[in-house]
């Protein structure tokens, strides 16, 4: 009798403890689009490198030896 039962109850109690909490379902979210902004100092800094170089070609080094 206990070479009929215990198989039996080893069978219902793993089928149980598999099928407890019931499914689980998946959702997958979507990926988050990533916007780079554009920078807004992108064209101050070649305006004062070229008003740098401007004013040195400009001004020149007038060292008059007479």
Do not use: H
Request: include cysteine.
């Amino acid at each position: 009798m206990k070479k009929f039962f215990a198989p039996l109850l080893a069978l219902t109690m793993t089928s149980t403890a598999a099928l407890a909490g019931g499914p689980v379902v998946v959702v997958e979210e979507g990926q988050p689009e990533v916007v780079a902004e554009s920078p807004r100092s992108g064209w101050i800094v070649p305006v004062i490198i070229g008003a740098v170089i401007l004013c040195a070609v400009a001004c020149g080094n007038d060292d008059n030896e007479g």
